[in-house]
């Protein structure tokens, strides 16, 4: 068992800057890919960045130069700069036991999410 848990979400003007975090506790030795999804009020669930456990990262083409991935030993982040409204979305980290696909039906277990809203 994977136990995930986001912080860090709220609201920010346009232009502005989060940071999310979310631990990762329980059996983590089996985990290959650690990534961020989000979903806006009535559309698709979407994968923003990914972190395989050997280094490569992966984003969506409209967060790429805005928003970085990045963890440590018991935590995933994502650094997101110069929000836009329509990065408005609930945030959720997830941990697969394969390597990054970015199919989100490869993904284990998932955190409970954390809401970013921005306002132009």
């Known amino acids: 068992q994977v136990q995930l848990q986001e912080s860090g979400g709220g609201s920010v003007q346009a232009g502005g800057s989060r940071r999310l975090s979310c631990v990762v506790s329980?059996?983590?030795?089996?985990?290959?890919?650690r990534a961020w999804f989000r979903q806006a009020p009535g559309k698709e669930r979407e994968g923003v960045a990914s972190?395989?456990?050997?280094?490569p990262t992966n984003y969506t083409d409209s967060v790429k130069g805005r928003f970085t991935i990045s963890r440590d030993a018991n935590t995933l982040y994502l650094q997101m700069n110069d929000l836009k409204p329509e990065d408005t979305a609930m945030y959720y980290c997830?941990?697969?036991?394969?390597?990054?696909?970015?199919?989100?039906?490869?993904?284990?277990?998932w955190g409970q999410g954390t809401q970013v809203t921005v306002s132009s």
């Open positions: 997830a941990t697969s036991h394969r390597y990054c696909s970015g199919d989100s039906s490869d993904f284990n277990y």
């Open positions: 329980g059996y983590t030795y089996s985990i290959y890919c």
């Open positions: 972190l395989d456990s050997d280094g």
